[in-house]
C-alpha cells in the first residue's frame, strides 16, 4: 500500500496571505489528525477527522481550519498566516481514529512564512 | 488532561553503548503509550507501543521499552546502539475513549563513532 502523501512538500508565503494543505491517507484508513511541529513548541495537535466529522480539536486559533473529503482525503488551511505559523506540518492516519491504534505519518509539508 | 515529559532533550551516546530515553505521562484515565521516532526529512514512525498486558514491550529496531505505572514512566531502552540510531524520538500517549494524542518535546539521540 502506498503511504501516507502530502502535498506540497515546501512552500513559502508572506504574512497575510493563507495556504491550504492536502493529505492522502493510505488506502482503507478513514481517520486523519493533523501536527504542527516547531522546534520550540514540539508536536502540537491540530485536529482529528473522521469520515468528514471533526472529532476533536486542539489549542489553535480559528485561522486554522480543516476539512475532510468522502474519499477521506483532508485538507487543512491557514488564514492570514503570521510568521509563528512557520513549521513542519503533519498529517497522520489510521483505520478509525481509535485510542490504540498506530498512527502512520506522512512526510511533512515545511511551511515558511515571510 | 493528560500531558507528556521527556526528561532529556538531547542524549549523546557512543556506538555500542547502551541508551535510555526516559518518558513520563500524568493522566486521570487509562492511557496507551507510543515511541515514535523521526529520521531528518522524513515523518514519524511507529517504534512500539504499550496497550496492555506485559509491561515490558519489545519493538522494531532492537529497542524495547517498559511501562511502570506506580511512576507513571515509559522509558525507551536500547542495549547497543548504532550510528542509523540517530534521530529524534518521540513519547506519546492517547487516553482511553480518546481521539486525540499528546507527544512529548522528543529527545534527540546522537550516536557517535
Known amino acids: 500500500k502506498a503511504g501516507v502523501t502530502q502535498t506540497p512538500r515546501y512552500l513559502i508565503k508572506t504574512r497575510g496571505q493563507q495556504v491550504t494543505l492536502s493529505c492522502s491517507p493510505i488506502s482503507g484508513h478513514r481517520s486523519v489528525s493533523w501536527y504542527q511541529q516547531t522546534p520550540g513548541q514540539g508536536l502540537q495537535f491540530l485536529f482529528e477527522?473522521?469520515?468528514?466529522?471533526?472529532?476533536n480539536k486542539g489549542n489553535f486559533p480559528g485561522r486554522f481550519s480543516g476539512r475532510q473529503f468522502s474519499n477521506s482525503r483532508s485538507e487543512m488551511n491557514v488564514s492570514t498566516l503570521e510568521l509563528g505559523d512557520s513549521a513542519l506540518y503533519l498529517c497522520?492516519?489510521?483505520?478509525?481514529?481509535?485510542?490504540?491504534?498506530?498512527?502512520?505519518f506522512g512526510p511533512g509539508t515545511r511551511l515558511l512564512v515571510l | 488532561a493528560q500531558s507528556v515529559t521527556q526528561l532529556d532533550s538531547q542524549v549523546p551516546v557512543f556506538e555500542e553503548a547502551p541508551v535510555e530515553l526516559r518518558c513520563n505521562y500524568s493522566s486521570s484515565v487509562s492511557v496507551y503509550l507510543f515511541w515514535y521516532v523521526q529520521y531528518p526529512n522524513q515523518g514519524l514512525q511507529l517504534l512500539l507501543k504499550y496497550l496492555s498486558g506485559s509491561t515490558l514491550v519489545k519493538g522494531i529496531n532492537g529497542f524495547e521499552a517498559e511501562f511502570n505505572k506506580s511512576q507513571t514512566s515509559f522509558h525507551l531502552r536500547k542495549p547497543s546502539v548504532h550510528i542509523s540510531d540517530t534521530a529524534e524520538y518521540f513519547c506519546?500517549?492517547?487516553?482511553?475513549?480518546?481521539?486525540?494524542?499528546?507527544f512529548g518535546a522528543g529527545t534527540r539521540l546522537f550516536v557517535k563513532a
Open positions: 477527522y473522521f469520515s468528514e466529522t471533526q472529532r
Open positions: 506519546a500517549v492517547t487516553s482511553s475513549g480518546g481521539f486525540k494524542t499528546i
Open positions: 497522520a492516519s489510521s483505520q478509525q481514529g481509535r485510542e490504540a491504534e498506530t498512527q502512520y
